[in-house]
């Protein structure tokens, strides 16, 4: 049911690939905590997001007639919608949650897994995750996993077969960017599918280091919806992701102590 491409394309210069679709865009963004469903429009558009997360147990998709229906803001001929378990506390509840969205969204494989452990901080209850996560699979779903910022943790969702892994930068919602850059730089180094940072990103600045490390792509929600203006912020959060990631294929200089001249002294004339 999405028009955006189901394989790869040769066509799309440096294309992020999950689960064989391609994709043009790097920042994914939610549909959470805006004031409106015409905000949330007005900011997806200004973020160039292709892909968008939403909470299956919150939002309403055609089964609450009365009510708005996401589907009219942001329809699945634009862009690709990434049902989530937020929310979900056991692996039960993912479980029946993504089953409830797959037939909401005919037949729709795509999924965020996310168990929420501790009510305070938000961390992943990552046992249950990967009890989820082994499951969803066996069951035909490509499963997008998010989870701490362990490197180990990250390598057995990638056995597993999960179709990307999302390491979080901070708790969710925080906005305190990435607080470990060497457990993300890690993950990204040793991992073969996606690594898409996940949760507390605050500002642009967080999501172009994020790119920088040689992460695929970033996730965000509040950053964008809880900004003074969430249309602008998509946009500024765009543009760093997209400098970000030129920064990481260009290649940065190496760190030094000590300043080096612009031109080279050898040669001069006396």
Known sequence: MNALPQTVSPDIPDPLVIAGRTFRSRLLTGTGKFKDLDETQRATEAAGSEIVTFAVRRMNLGQKPDEP????????????????????????????????ARELLDGHSLVK???????????????????AAEVLIKDGFDVMVYTTDDPLLAHRFEEMGCAAVMPLAAPIGSGLGIQNKYTILEIVENAKIPVIVDAGVGTASDAALAMELGCDGVLMNTAIAHAKDPVLMAHAMKCAIEAGRAAFRAGRIPRKRYASASSPVDGLIE
Do not use: M, S, W
Request: hydrophobic share 35%; net charge negative.
């Open 69 to 100: 229906n996401l589907l009219d803001a942001l329809p699945t001929d634009r862009y690709t919608l990434l049902p989530n378990t937020a929310g979900c506390h056991t692996a039960e509840e993912c479980l029946r949650t993504c089953r409830l």
């Open 113 to 131: 897994l996310e168990t929420i452990g501790d009510q305070k901080t938000l961390f992943p209850d990552v046992i249950a995750t990967l009890q």
